[in-house]
């Protein structure tokens, strides 16, 4: 793939060897629950009224099109934390801008996509990104393989954890989101709608990431750290989420990155003059307390929780290759993040 078109999107290595096995995944609803994790609980006061709801087949921006409707607010007061896969159940919590008038009581709420668990109030809005993480429960069907090639990967990717990759949600349909971005950056095409550019960027930058992260897997480095890495909390080495200002690494992690970024470079100086800042993500994501049963020769179920922005399609992919049913394949499932 070369910097000048990006009409898909490159198989990027996985850490450990291909089980050969396969599943279905997301048959039905219940075939995968999210729970968000809150960074914090309603105080029972302030402006806001936040709602704790489960949904069951519909996605996050619809839900949240119907609470201002029920509530008689503008879409915009409206706010949640993270998109939520539509084909599952779900439970995340929103929030409604309601400063003033006597408080809509929303647990009456009647609607077959979703229920208001219930609601209090807060001091502020629910924003993207204020969520500790998601938990999941997963169940795979028509599984198919070697149990064993499975199991040894299962534990190698509960003892080790997986590659950060962006999952492929993150890219569109066929991964076109990459596409329109490098031509939106490239000023080929105007994008006058801030959401879409909004998503445009983030594939973009999501895309250079997976590409350090998977050179790094080309030349062995699962595991390991270069010199000149930038570590997180955990002392996991980071790579770039791409913006304005140098990377922070230095030594061969530094060359690596640019090396990377000299190959992407429309997308790369693209960023940088879209006002987007230099940050940084792990390269490992570690599912934390996982677990899995067979209740059925055919039938894996996996529990385990993660991090907010790290995705659960990235640590299937590690065990088993999955297919969902053609439902599914418009593009329009946003990750649990």
């Given at each position: 793939?070369?910097?000048?078109?990006?009409?898909?999107?490159?198989?990027?290595?996985?850490?450990?060897?291909?089980?050969?096995?396969?599943?279905?995944?997301?048959?039905?609803?219940?075939?995968?629950?999210?729970?968000?994790?809150?960074?914090?609980?309603?105080?029972?006061?302030?402006?806001?009224?936040?709602?704790?709801?489960?949904?069951?087949?519909?996605?996050?921006?619809y839900v949240a099109q119907q609470l201002a409707e029920a509530a008689g607010v503008n879409?915009?007061?409206?706010?949640?934390?993270?998109?939520?896969?539509?084909?599952?159940?779900?439970?995340?919590?929103?929030?409604?801008?309601?400063?003033?008038?006597?408080?809509?009581?929303?647990?009456?709420?009647?609607?077959?996509?979703?229920?208001?668990?219930?609601?209090?109030?807060?001091?502020?809005?629910?924003?993207?990104?204020?969520?500790?993480?998601?938990?999941?429960?997963?169940?795979?069907?028509?599984?198919?393989?070697?149990?064993?090639?499975?199991?040894?990967?299962?534990?190698?990717?509960?003892?080790?954890?997986?590659?950060?990759?962006?999952?492929?949600?993150?890219?569109?349909?066929?991964?076109?989101?990459?596409?329109?971005?490098?031509?939106?950056?490239?000023?080929?095409?105007?994008?006058?709608?801030?959401?879409?550019?909004?998503?445009?960027?983030?594939?973009?930058?999501?895309?250079?990431?997976?590409?350090?992260?998977?050179?790094?897997?080309?030349?062995?480095?699962?595991?390991?750290?270069?010199?000149?890495?930038?570590?997180?909390?955990?002392?996991?080495?980071?790579?770039?989420?791409?913006?304005?200002?140098?990377?922070?690494?230095?030594?061969?992690?530094?060359?690596?990155?640019?090396?990377?970024?000299?190959?992407?470079?429309?997308?790369?100086?693209?960023?940088?003059?879209?006002?987007?800042?230099?940050?940084?993500?792990?390269?490992?994501?570690?599912?934390?307390?996982?677990?899995?049963?067979?209740?059925?020769?055919?039938?894996?179920?996996?529990?385990?929780?993660?991090?907010?922005?790290?995705?659960?399609?990235?640590?299937?992919?590690?065990?088993?290759?999955?297919?969902?049913?053609?439902?599914?394949?418009?593009?329009?499932?946003?990750?649990?993040?």
């Amino acid at each position: 793939m070369t910097d000048a078109q990006y009409t898909t999107l490159p198989q990027w290595p996985n850490a450990y060897p291909a089980s050969g096995a396969s599943a279905t995944l997301k048959r039905l609803n219940e075939d995968f629950i999210v729970t968000e994790l809150p960074l914090q609980l309603p105080s029972g006061a302030g402006e806001h009224i936040w709602l704790d709801i489960e949904k069951n087949g519909a996605n996050t921006a619809y839900v949240a099109q119907q609470l201002a409707e029920a509530a008689g607010v503008n879409e915009w007061d409206v706010g949640y934390a993270g998109l939520k896969d539509r084909y599952a159940i779900t439970r995340q919590w929103f929030s409604i801008y309601f400063p003033k008038g006597e408080t809509p009581e929303l647990t009456q709420l009647q609607h077959p996509e979703f229920k208001v668990l219930s609601q209090s109030r807060h001091v502020k809005k629910l924003r993207p990104g204020d969520l500790q993480g998601n938990r999941f429960r997963i169940v795979l069907r028509d599984v198919t393989g070697s149990r064993d090639a499975i199991e040894a990967n299962l534990q190698a990717v509960a003892s080790q954890g997986v590659p950060n990759y962006f999952g492929a949600q993150r890219f569109g349909f066929d991964g076109g989101n990459v596409e329109q971005g490098r031509a939106m950056l490239a000023r080929e095409i105007r994008v006058r709608n801030p959401k879409k550019k909004g998503i445009y960027l983030s594939a973009v930058r999501s895309f250079v990431f997976n590409e350090v992260l998977a050179l790094r897997m080309q030349q062995g480095l699962w595991g390991k750290t270069l010199p000149g890495d930038v570590m997180d909390d955990a002392g996991r080495p980071t790579g770039p989420l791409w913006g304005r200002g140098r990377v922070t690494t230095t030594d061969e992690a530094q060359a690596l990155e640019n090396g990377v970024a000299e190959r992407h470079a429309t997308l790369c100086d693209g960023m940088e003059h879209a006002g987007l800042d230099q940050d940084r993500r792990s390269l490992v994501a570690s599912p934390v307390d996982m677990t899995w049963e067979w209740p059925q020769a055919d039938e894996l179920v996996l529990t385990f929780a993660l991090p907010a922005g790290e995705y659960a399609t990235t640590v299937l992919n590690e065990i088993l290759s999955t297919t969902e049913p053609e439902r599914h394949t418009e593009g329009e499932l946003p990750a649990a993040e």
